[in-house]
């Protein structure tokens, strides 16, 4: 398949799952122009370059490339010391920037904060994509196929330069979707943040009590539930901070239906723990999408 | 593949997933006997005839069968009106029972305060399997393959017949162990019992939040940690209530666990929240089974 893209040049920054499976997105979519990749890890960055993935070997980009798109694919706490180097060492022109972050309103503050002459240019982007696997050898050329990418425009963004990173995440199979930063980061809080959490807590208890018996009988769901806690450490350690309000806000939240359930089952009245159920799998049988029934 | 069994008569009580699972495991496996069903549906015991899945048509059942195995494959708290109805119908001879409920002491409890009679010959059984699905439509032949069914002798049981209920599990397919009642219902408790009610903790907060858009932006993970919110609230509001002591203590644990990610997160120190993310996912990456990796 040959996609169009909007861009002569794309730069990735960051060659960890989600910066390697947008190289090998754009691999296997013949995108027509170069593709270049830094990694602050230079083992990454010669893998990179033998997979014929990006077309520098260490060091070798050119400084004033024209038509540019960078993204930044780094766990979201790197974005300024990414974002500080990307501008001190090149001198793009006709240059847009996004970003792969799980967390938006945080990088937008950093744009403003450091580099507010890059703001109008930077149009937020994430994902919705990724896995418990982490670094270049586990991307995919699919990663990105048949998933949400949520763009969060700010008033500074050009109508044409949004639509071209939308174009970016089309064209790499994605279904694209507007939000402002602030409802992006409460909403992800609640359906992403929140289940990485339960799945650490899970864990932590779990092998608090049973120690290297910890799996010896389960019949699955624990492997299941406990799955996203053998994420990368640094990514979750990053959004934790960075989205740190709307997590606590969504731990508090589940904490109190925890208590409710507390409550019922301490009560011990079969009707009510029925029905209280009966609710949860009716609003869940319900609103699941089809495709997960 | 042609199985032995040690038994001439089968009789299932309850076909749902898992009895209609036991009654379509003996099929494939070609049981020399006969099978007797009986469920307090007469539309299931219908289907069930149809498909000859059981001997009996509704009611049909010889009340002096010798060499029979009942398995009682109802929603826990529902074995006394079970064993009361097994008990009073029949005189069979040469009878051995078992169970496949989800908590042992309970069922443990009620067999020695109602049917003495009976304890001696009632080897105490649970098949690690199962899923959100429930009723004879969503039964297996596959259901009990490569899975763990645990075994709670108590002391009045004979050796030899507890062989012949690990007999039936391994002629199904499984693998058994055995475990003290008491030390299954608290392990039980921690490693599924508790996943169950942080499943429903989670799709009652996030849709308390979010209502009809509670799948809209998921990734997937949302969808993954409710899974089992989708199971029978019947046969887990009878689990909750049976083992409720140590279904309390595992959610108090797991709540120490919640409070302890919430302080991190509140301080905000990146090395600490690291370092206990890590050790998290070191602990489960080095324990979990291969099969899973």
Not at 38 to 62: F, Q, R, Y
Not at 104 to 127: C, G, M, R, Y
Request: proline share 3%; with cysteine.
């Amino acid at each position: 398949m040959i996609q169009n893209f909007d861009f002569k040049n794309i730069l990735v920054i960051g060659l960890g799952m989600i910066g390697g499976s947008l190289l090998y997105g754009l691999q296997s979519r013949r995108f027509k122009g170069t593709v270049y990749g830094l990694d602050t890890d230079s083992e990454v960055m010669k893998s990179a370059h033998n997979l014929n993935l990006i077309n520098n070997a260490i060091d070798e980009i050119p400084t004033n490339l024209n038509e540019v798109l960078v993204i930044f694919a780094v766990p979201t706490l790197s974005i300024n010391t990414a974002m500080a180097e990307v501008l001190s060492k090149f001198e793009f022109k006709n240059v847009l920037y996004t970003d792969t972050c799980s967390v938006k309103s945080s990088v937008l503050e950093a744009i403003q904060d450091t580099n507010q002459n890059i703001l109008n240019n930077f149009i937020l982007s994430h994902p919705i994509a990724g896995s418990e696997k982490s670094g270049l050898s586990a991307s995919s050329e699919s990663l990105y196929d048949k998933r949400l990418a949520i763009i969060c425009p700010h008033e500074g963004n050009k109508e044409e330069d949004i639509k071209k990173i939308e174009n970016l995440w089309e064209g790499l199979g994605s279904i694209t979707k507007r939000l402002p930063a602030s409802v992006h980061d409460d909403l992800f809080a609640k359906t992403s943040h929140l289940p990485h959490i339960i799945s650490y807590a899970l864990m932590d208890t779990v092998f608090n009590d049973l120690k290297e018996d910890s799996f010896l009988h389960s019949g699955g769901s624990l492997e299941d539930y406990t799955r996203i806690a053998s994420s990368d450490p640094v990514m979750w350690k990053d959004i934790m901070i960075a989205n740190k309000s709307s997590v606590l806000e969504a731990i508090d939240n589940f904490s109190l239906s925890l208590d409710k359930i507390s409550s019922l089952i301490k009560e011990g009245n079969p009707d009510k723990l029925v029905n209280f159920f009966s609710s949860i799998k009716t609003s869940r049988d319900m609103l699941l999408p089809e495709k997960n029934k």
